[in-house]
């Protein structure tokens, strides 16, 4: 009873100024004030709402139409009805201040409004902080050659929305006074203990995002790990897929890319050297095997000019004398192209010149006794 009475006298101490202000005598209504003037606020905060609603489309999304970036006029779509609505419910909530109503169904009633606002405003923050990184993310996209931001981009705009959405639940847990610390708590506890039963799928993950972000090698590299040469097809969020020459392809999860070393033929640049041994018999000439080779060198077109072909005698081997000969191919795709050419044509021209390519021998002396 108590509660009441102060809860109306609260209540004409609110009404009082806003009739004066007006310069409406209070007996001239009847009893009715706190009813008419309720009303009157609600009436008026629609109204200021369907103007805030028709200055939102009348000037600001023209003016956002004429702007480079659609991220404003994706915002504006987004907080537009949500700002309507959270008007008239702030209307609602100081209308229910001028009637005399019992401080329960009041404190209940405005607790509701305020759990509704806190909604809408969640819904608005998630809408915005989604719309920005995947707009961050379509640019990031754009400048990268992996899949790993696109499928890191929905990830993460849905850890961000469950994260807001929770923290909107705990402030509403909080209006009704319930005890939020016991329940982050047992969040924590609970997160613990999956994070530490799926550490290999956070492993992979982050390992996803360190591949992003330090880009030892992109989508159509050629790379070899762990005992696999191929070309990378596709860079996931926990796994990384080669194509191996023999066309076949190795999945390989991500954690375990960036705890072992990975050779990348493309970088710096997609050229490749190639080191080629060439095998002569002993008694033929080094100077005309040298000739011989940089010639047929010099006539295949998957070779680069420059850096120039270079043989070098190497060694004086068990059966052969051994050279070495170095060349630059353009393009490390046709490195196999280039050495097959090079092989036939050699083969060919040391025919002509009578050169053999010897073979390993042994020579047996039988001693009689």
């Known amino acids: 009873m108590n509660e009441t009475l102060l809860n109306i006298n609260m209540n004409e101490t609110l009404l009082n100024p806003i009739l004066r202000q007006l310069g409406i ?11 008419i003037v309720a009303t009157a606020i609600i009436m008026a905060s629609i109204i200021f709402a369907k103007i805030v609603y028709w200055f939102v489309e009348r000037y600001m999304k023209a003016f956002a139409v004429k702007t480079k970036s ?31 109503v019992s401080a329960e169904f009041e404190d209940l009633l405005s607790r509701l409004i305020s759990i509704a606002i806190i909604i809408l405003s969640a819904w608005v923050i998630a809408g915005v902080s989604d719309a920005i990184l995947q707009r961050a993310g379509k640019k990031l996209a754009a400048r990268t050659k992996t899949t790993v931001d696109d499928e890191a981009i929905p990830f993460l705009s849905r850890v961000l929305k469950f994260t807001i959405y929770l923290l909107a639940f705990m402030i509403i847990l909080d209006q009704f006074g319930i005890e939020i610390t016991p329940l982050i708590a047992s969040l924590g506890i609970a997160g613990f203990a999956i994070g530490f039963a799926a550490k290999d799928t956070i492993g992979n993950l982050l390992a996803g995002f360190f591949i992003l972000t330090d880009r030892p ?12 040469l191929g070309e990378v097809v596709d860079i996931g969020l926990r796994t990384t897929k080669i194509e191996t020459l ?15 070393e990975v050779i990348n033929y493309t970088l710096p640049d997609v050229r490749i050297k190639v080191k080629l041994p060439v095998s002569v018999a002993y008694g033929t000439e080094p100077e005309k095997v040298k000739k011989i080779v940089l010639d047929v060198v010099k006539k295949v077109d998957e070779v680069m000019d420059d850096p120039k072909p270079v043989i070098f005698f190497k060694e004086f081997g068990e059966s052969s004398l051994n050279f070495l000969l170095i060349f630059w191919v353009a393009d490390f795709r046709k490195k196999l192209v280039a050495v097959d050419k090079i092989n036939m044509k050699i083969n060919e021209e040391f025919e002509k010149a009578g050169i053999e390519i010897p073979f390993p021998c042994r020579t047996v002396y039988m001693r009689k006794e």
């Open 25 to 35: 005598e209070k007996s001239a209504l009847g009893g009715y004030e706190g009813i």
């Open 217 to 228: 090698f992109v989508r159509g590299d050629r790379i070899e790990l762990k005992g696999y």
């Open 70 to 100: 659609d991220i404003d006029d994706i915002i504006l779509q987004i907080i537009h009805k949500p700002v309507y609505y959270i008007i008239i419910l702030i209307g609602i909530q100081l209308s229910v201040s001028c009637v005399a």
């Open 246 to 260: 023999d066309h076949t392809y190795v999945i390989i999860p991500n954690a375990s890319i960036i705890s072992n």
